[in-house]
């Protein structure tokens, strides 16, 4: 499975920005998709995720109400949507992909390692 995030790049505090994940070599529906991001000088942190079966969403306290996930299975695509941006949203974000799990799981105490396959990155910077 290869995994490509697009759609990073600068904008002001309080727009919206729009991440793409783009899955090639295996479907959607096999795999729990999570977002992560990482600031500067941060650990890396999870963000959101969607599971493979339904595509139900969770969130973390930090985005939630503000960023939410989008599936595409025509496209094999999954769309990250962040509104109500904060320069402490700057980050590196990253796309990941759990192998057969129905359900996904995010947050803190989620080992990295159940999600096997990981995007590249892109960068968002929150910026005036």
């Known amino acids: 499975l290869q995994i490509v995030e697009s759609g990073g790049g600068l904008v002001q505090p309080g727009g919206s920005l729009r991440l793409s994940c783009a899955l090639s070599?295996?479907?959607?529906?096999?795999?729990?998709i999570g977002w992560f991001r990482q600031a500067p000088g941060k650990e890396r942190e999870g963000i959101l995720c969607?599971?493979?079966?339904?595509?139900?969403?969770k969130s973390t306290d930090s985005v939630k109400g503000r960023f939410t996930i989008a599936r595409n299975r025509a496209k094999n695509t999954v769309y990250l949507q962040m509104n109500s941006l904060k320069p402490e949203d700057t980050a590196v974000y990253y796309c990941a992909a759990a192998p057969d799990e129905d359900e996904c799981l995010i947050g803190p105490g989620v080992p990295f390692v159940r999600y096997a396959y990981w995007g590249q990155g892109t960068q968002v910077t929150v910026s005036l």
């Open positions: 969607a599971n493979s079966n339904d595509g139900s969403t």
């Open positions: 070599g295996g479907t959607l529906d096999r795999y729990a």
